[in-house]
């Protein structure tokens, strides 16, 4: 009898490291560490692009994300190496629902380029889920299906994804991370959209800034938690996963909100975060400090190739905003102060790119508001939804500004299969 329950428990034993070898879930082998930025031109004194390029090789970047399809920047990056998303601006959209006017498009604005610069992306518009035009709305989908009609049609599309960015506000709901939800008013137009990045295998790309959850809640949604310092986070009732920071939690709401929908294995990429280094009297938070401990903790994280709660394994791709301060952008201070460098190529603070390790975390700062000045970046649009770690009552906004292929999963490294195998071969010797 003792032998019987012996030789169980190791036939157990074996399946369990089995279903290792066959998963997922440990021993997960990541690829390189990078970082994306964004690169907005709304500026009088921004520097040429290819003085840009050594700013970028500075700081260590090879992704970049720009508004449009500048072509001084697409002739620059020509050969450097540097992964481009480009972008169809929101007002030509309703031109390019016409097959032959996205045929001409692609020939004019990406064929002359590619491949000697790399474009791996096309963003049709930014954030149009998110505004009141239902015409504009209609238009996306269409658009986004006729271009990637015209990179097949021209041999482009194993090369390039075609997506939208969306603002957070396109979710209903987002706390806990387990009942994020969209908008119902956009659940037709929704639906065809992750179609769409469903069959040509493409990222849904979401805007997302904790800082204006912060400025909108400051006493109730603490500092550190948006700020990635540490804190004791807070755990979803219902998956029990826990939560140490607001963008990881929004991620996942999102990735809920698409699997509601029927879609749940679309990857799901960051087209933009950041922090503002200055605001307004009433923008709470807006500071230097908070700019930096916000981008170097990301970047930290970045560097460690960090997955979220629900997709531990999964690296998630970050685009930070922005790589310049933008003296022309509309809206309050903060809009023209995300930026990582000022115009002249001084650094807006530093937040150690190139020397970052995974060391203490810097102290959370002050929550004051900074003083009304000039310059930042990107354009705020507010959500209804709440997540916070201290309530699940608060409503609270979850603003944001202004991508080939699903899921990608971990594999075993070759140390862990050996093991795994030594282990599965004493403990077969032990039956015998």
């Not at 294995?265 to 923008?283: M, N, Y």
Request: charged share 15%.
């Amino acid at each position: 009898m003792g032998i019987f329950i012996c030789r169980t428990n190791v036939v157990h034993i074996i399946i369990f490291l089995l279903s290792l070898l066959s998963s997922d879930i440990g021993f997960t082998r990541r690829g390189n560490a990078t970082l994306g930025i964004n690169y907005g031109q709304i500026g009088d004194n921004l520097p040429q692009p290819s003085q840009v390029l050594g700013l970028l090789s500075s700081l260590k970047i090879t992704k970049v994300r720009i508004y449009d399809t500048n072509p001084q920047i697409l002739t620059s990056f020509a050969n450097t190496g540097i992964d481009l998303i480009v972008t169809i601006e929101n007002e030509i959209l309703h031109v390019l629902v016409d097959p032959q006017e996205a045929l001409q498009w692609v020939t004019t604005h990406i064929k002359p380029y590619f491949p000697a610069t790399r474009i791996s992306g096309i963003a049709v518009g930014n954030e149009i889920f998110s505004m009141d035009d239902k015409t504009l709305i209609s238009n996306v989908v269409p658009a986004m299906v006729s271009i990637h009609q015209a990179l097949v049609q021209l041999g482009l599309d194993t090369y390039m994804h075609v997506s939208t960015a969306n603002s957070a506000a396109v979710l209903s709901n987002s706390y806990p991370p387990s009942a994020g939800s969209f908008e119902d008013e956009l659940s037709g137009v929704m639906k065809q959209l992750l179609q769409f990045l469903y069959t040509t295998r493409a990222p849904f790309w979401i805007n997302a800034y904790p800082y204006f959850a912060y400025k909108d809640a400051p006493t109730k949604i603490p500092l550190d938690y948006v700020l990635f310092n540490p804190n004791p986070g807070m755990v979803d009732p219902y998956t029990k996963l826990h939560y140490d920071n607001m963008l990881y939690a929004q991620v996942d709401a999102v990735i809920f909100a698409i699997a509601r929908m029927g879609f749940g294995g679309l990857e799901v990429k960051v087209s933009e975060t950041g922090w503002p280094s200055k605001g307004d009297q009433d923008e709470v938070g807006a500071t230097t400090e908070n700019a930096q401990i916000y981008n170097r903790n990301l970047l930290r994280r970045q560097m460690a190739n960090e997955g979220t709660p629900l997709r531990p394994s999964q690296k998630l791709d970050v685009y930070l905003f922005a790589l310049f301060n933008e003296d022309m952008k509309p809206g309050p201070t903060s809009e023209r102060n995300y930026g990582l460098y000022e115009p002249d190529g001084t650094m807006t603070y530093n937040v150690g790119i190139t020397t970052l390790a995974s060391t203490t975390t810097p102290t959370s700062t002050s929550t004051t508001p900074a003083s009304s000045s000039s310059t930042s970046s990107p354009t705020a649009t507010t959500s209804s939804t709440a997540i916070t770690p201290a309530t699940t009552s608060a409503s609270i906004s979850l603003t944001s500004s202004a991508t080939h292929q699903a899921s990608r999963k971990g594999y075993q490294s070759t140390g862990s299969w050996i093991f795994l195998l030594l282990i599965f071969q004493v403990l077969h010797r032990r039956l015998v």
